[in-house]
């Protein structure tokens, strides 16, 4: 793929990196729509690239994907900013409406968010309307258990979340934490989404693309190996969430790191089913695989984001 | 596979450059970034480079990409 997706101009996706998610902002005459409003520490840009391409149209209401601290971390700020509604999946409405920490899963991996109140619920099979297309909302449970994903059958575009990426799919936390079954609902999700018409897929993270039946591919690969091994699920888990912490926080003092590892429930909870190793020796073998990755360095005693 | 974007998830935009303090990009080109044609995208990263050059920074690092 070598020019870029071709979208109505009705239809502009903010590229964002791993700590926000992209956001997709739609024209309808004098009014927009938001999709995904990032993470909380980079509201201020996610307000000027609003700002930018409104040029004066009104923001009229900002829908999510899905409940992770990624996703929904502007919309406090987007609502305080543009005066629009916020519409959240249906599933989610009650953790967002008692702000439950666990429930939003910022407490239990240590991420940070700004409260918000939603103004309605999208369902599975709801529609609405949005860039001159109508979209309409299906679940796609897996990564979290009430995410929707947003679908044009006229243009075949797929507004995926974090249930289908070019190169995978989101961390699969029930079943990391024990909460319930993400590996099978991730299956249904992909069969489902696999029968849809798709030209295009705008991804919760990373560029848009078009190579839907080898993203497939690739994601069902992913979730065999899963399947399969339960403790290169968790370690995969516990190397992503420390890697978006470490996004966030920019650097971890590394004697601290065994203590965050065993208090914060997501990594508790992974070693605990999936590793059974010490804190200390999951440090060890964290930080070793993170400097491999080339995401983090050692700086004295701390460890830094690349 | 298309042009990275340099995103290094700082986005956080500089009162004084105006430019983001991680990538360099002013707000019009990380907002006109997935429009691009990959040589608008090139030349988008060119003139980053120079923008680092002149801020005394040195090469851009490409992190790898998290799975939030």
């Known amino acids: 793929m070598s020019a870029a997706l071709r979208f109505p101009p009705e239809l502009q996706v903010f590229e964002r990196g791993w700590l926000s998610a992209n956001n997709i902002l739609l024209f309808d005459g004098d009014e927009a729509t938001l999709i995904d409003s990032g993470y909380v520490s980079h509201a201020p840009q996610t307000l000027a690239l609003l700002r930018t391409s409104l040029d004066g149209r009104r923001l009229a209401r900002l829908i999510n994907t899905h409940s992770h601290s990624d996703h929904i971390g502007g919309n406090a700020a987007v609502q305080r900013e543009f005066g629009c509604t916020i519409e959240v999946p249906a599933g989610i409405a009650d953790a967002v409406a008692n702000w439950d920490e666990a429930a939003l899963l910022l407490s239990t991996a240590a991420q940070s968010g700004e409260r918000f109140a939603a103004d309605g619920t999208l369902a599975a099979g709801d529609a609405f309307v949005a860039g001159g297309l109508r979209w309409q909302a299906i679940a796609v449970p897996g990564h979290d258990m009430d995410a929707l994903a947003y679908y044009n059958a006229e243009r075949r575009l797929l507004i995926s979340g974090d249930a289908l990426w070019r190169d995978g799919f989101g961390i699969l936390f029930a079943d990391v934490l024990g909460t319930g079954d993400g590996l099978g609902a991730a299956r249904r999700t992909l069969e489902a989404i696999g029968r849809l018409a798709v030209d295009a897929v705008i991804p919760g993270h990373g560029a848009p693309f078009a190579d839907f039946d080898d993203a497939l591919e690739r994601a069902f690969a992913r979730l065999r190996a899963f399947e399969d091994d339960g403790a290169r699920m968790a370690r995969n888990a516990i190397r992503a969430c420390i890697t978006f912490h470490l996004l966030d926080a920019r650097r971890i003092v590394l004697d601290e790191l065994p203590r965050h590892l065993a208090e914060t429930p997501l990594y508790r909870e992974a070693n605990a089913r999936f590793l059974g190793l010490a804190p200390d020796a999951l440090a060890v073998w964290l930080v070793g695989e993170l400097e491999r990755a080339g995401v983090a360095h050692r700086e004295g005693r701390e460890l830094v984001a690349a | ?68």
């Open chain 2, 1 to 68: 596979m298309s042009v990275p974007s340099p995103c290094i998830n700082i986005c956080r935009m500089s009162a004084e450059t105006g430019l983001c303090e991680g990538c360099q990009r002013t707000i019009d080109e990380i907002a006109r970034w997935s429009r691009s044609t990959d040589a608008e995208k090139r030349a988008i990263l060119d003139i980053v480079a120079q923008r680092r050059e002149q801020l005394g920074l040195g090469a851009a690092t490409v992190t790898a990409g998290a799975a939030s």
